[in-house]
């Protein structure tokens, strides 16, 4: 250790003295080591770009490479093949609908993000032997949004496995384990972009970032493909949830509503995989709980509270609802998981906390007493 303390100030001092000696006569010491400085940062950063864009490269190849080679294997056996023409083409709005409709007007270059797969990236990363997706041609918009190559990968791996029977696309994936690091870096690369569009979400709002959410859903509910995912993107995805509720929670802008109503619809597109769904309740019934209690202790002491946080929690109630009124459908209620801290602690605490909020927020406690009838409903079916 201490011969490596020696080198290093050894070093600094060498390169102090280079650079005392080699400096200008018009400038001092300290301005030509800030200008050094600077370039050498300017250097680094063109370096930096150059790698990103052929990491880029790189992942694009090995998308490729993965979907040709389970191309050729559902080829051979002669599954994908047949139903290829009974497939009809999909056709996707470039935004959402109802923001055509809100007054909002969106430029040429949002309209033309890429929503579904585009034919060129079917056709480079299929065999020529091999029959492209019978898909609708449509602009792509990779240098805009370079997310849109991985969503490109993954719908297409997602309509490769509709195509394929039940067995085939795991039998593809083990045979090619190594490969399927591919998809799990395309979700984790994916995840980064949804990340940070989230954290400050704006009008308009693209149906590309709602569609990558629905992309992302699918491919975790994919019994085949969720493994892959999960063992390396977990944390991410914990991020990412906690990043939709902090877009709702933590927006205070006067024109927020149309915001939060697509945020909201993102975590319900979420919580639609049963794998994400628990923990997701789980987080907004946390939320929940820390409210009321901060309601109680206003209600008690009488003090002003913040009305942006009060409105916002009631689109964590509606996303609460509607993932509720999901799992009961679906019948799984046995997995919502009654002995989850935070379900407990609302189904304990909420006759009291409605007895004694209900005068001063009486919409508060109404929508409390319907989150609570669904939960109990649900504890009531997977005692069935």
Same mark, same amino acid.
């Given at each position: 250790m201490d011969i490596q303390k020696w080198y290093l100030r050894t070093s600094k001092l060498a390169l102090a003295l280079a650079i005392i000696r080699s400096k200008p006569a018009d400038k001092s010491s300290r301005e030509y080591t800030e200008h050094l400085a &600077?370039?050498?940062?300017?250097?680094?950063?063109?370096?930096?770009?150059?790698?990103?864009?052929?990491?880029?490269?790189? &992942?694009?190849?090995?998308?490729?490479?993965l979907v040709g080679r389970l191309c050729s294997g559902s080829l051979k056996s002669g599954n994908l093949s047949s139903q290829l023409e009974a497939q009809e083409p999909?056709? *996707?709005?470039?935004?959402?609908? *109802?923001?055509?409709?809100?007054?909002?007007d969106l430029s040429n270059e949002q309209r033309t993000e890429s929503s579904d797969l585009s034919q060129?990236?079917?056709? *480079?990363?299929? +065999?020529?032997?091999? +029959?492209?997706?019978?898909?609708?041609?449509? +602009?792509?918009?990779?240098?805009? #949004?370079p997310l849109s190559s991985h969503m490109q990968f993954l719908q297409y791996l997602l309509e490769l496995k509709n195509l394929t029977e039940s067995g085939n696309l795991k039998r593809d994936l083990?045979?090619?384990?190594?490969?399927?690091?591919?998809?799990?870096? *395309?979700?984790?690369q994916l995840l980064d972009g949804l990340i940070t569009f989230y954290r400050n979400p704006k009008l308009p709002f693209s149906r590309f970032w709602t569609e990558a959410v629905g992309t992302l859903a699918s491919l975790i509910s994919d019994c085949n493909l969720s493994s892959h995912i999960l063992k390396k993107c977990s944390k991410k995805l914990e991020e990412f949830e906690k990043t939709l509720l902090h877009a709702i929670l933590g927006n205070n802008h006067? #024109?927020?509503?149309?915001?939060?109503?697509?945020?909201?619809?993102?975590?319900?597109?979420?919580?639609?995989?049963?794998?994400?769904?628990k923990s997701i309740i789980s987080l907004l019934l946390s939320e929940v709980n820390d409210f009321a209690d901060d309601l109680g202790a206003i209600n008690q002491e009488q003090a002003s509270y913040d009305v942006s946080r009060y409105e916002?929690?009631?689109?964590?109630?509606?996303?609460?609802?509607?993932?509720?009124?999901?799992?009961?459908?679906e019948g799984n209620t046995s997995s919502i998981g009654h002995d989850d801290q935070e379900i407990k602690?609302?189904?304990?605490?909420?006759?009291?906390?409605?007895?004694?909020?209900?005068?001063?927020?009486?919409?508060?406690?109404?929508?409390l007493w319907r989150v609570g009838i669904l939960l109990n409903s649900a504890q009531i079916e997977s005692l069935k």
């Amino acid at each position: 250790m201490d011969i490596q303390k020696w080198y290093l100030r050894t070093s600094k001092l060498a390169l102090a003295l280079a650079i005392i000696r080699s400096k200008p006569a018009d400038k001092s010491s300290r301005e030509y080591t800030e200008h050094l400085a &600077m370039l050498l940062s300017e250097e680094e950063s063109k370096w930096r770009s150059k790698v990103e864009v052929l990491e880029a490269e790189v &992942m694009q190849l090995r998308q490729k490479l993965l979907v040709g080679r389970l191309c050729s294997g559902s080829l051979k056996s002669g599954n994908l093949s047949s139903q290829l023409e009974a497939q009809e083409p999909k056709s *996707s709005e470039s935004t959402l609908t *109802s923001m055509e409709d809100s007054g909002c007007d969106l430029s040429n270059e949002q309209r033309t993000e890429s929503s579904d797969l585009s034919q060129h990236f079917v056709e *480079s990363c299929t +065999p020529t032997h091999f +029959p492209p997706l019978p898909l609708v041609k449509r +602009p792509c918009a990779i240098l805009q #949004n370079p997310l849109s190559s991985h969503m490109q990968f993954l719908q297409y791996l997602l309509e490769l496995k509709n195509l394929t029977e039940s067995g085939n696309l795991k039998r593809d994936l083990t045979h090619f384990e190594k490969d399927s690091s591919t998809v799990s870096d *395309s979700v984790f690369q994916l995840l980064d972009g949804l990340i940070t569009f989230y954290r400050n979400p704006k009008l308009p709002f693209s149906r590309f970032w709602t569609e990558a959410v629905g992309t992302l859903a699918s491919l975790i509910s994919d019994c085949n493909l969720s493994s892959h995912i999960l063992k390396k993107c977990s944390k991410k995805l914990e991020e990412f949830e906690k990043t939709l509720l902090h877009a709702i929670l933590g927006n205070n802008h006067i #024109n927020r509503f149309q915001v939060q109503r697509y945020v909201s619809q993102s975590l319900v597109t979420l919580g639609s995989c049963h794998l994400l769904r628990k923990s997701i309740i789980s987080l907004l019934l946390s939320e929940v709980n820390d409210f009321a209690d901060d309601l109680g202790a206003i209600n008690q002491e009488q003090a002003s509270y913040d009305v942006s946080r009060y409105e916002n929690i009631f689109y964590l109630f509606w996303v609460l609802e509607q993932l509720l009124q999901k799992e009961t459908k679906e019948g799984n209620t046995s997995s919502i998981g009654h002995d989850d801290q935070e379900i407990k602690k609302f189904l304990q605490k909420h006759d009291e906390t409605i007895f004694h909020l209900s005068d001063a927020f009486p919409l508060f406690t109404i929508y409390l007493w319907r989150v609570g009838i669904l939960l109990n409903s649900a504890q009531i079916e997977s005692l069935k």
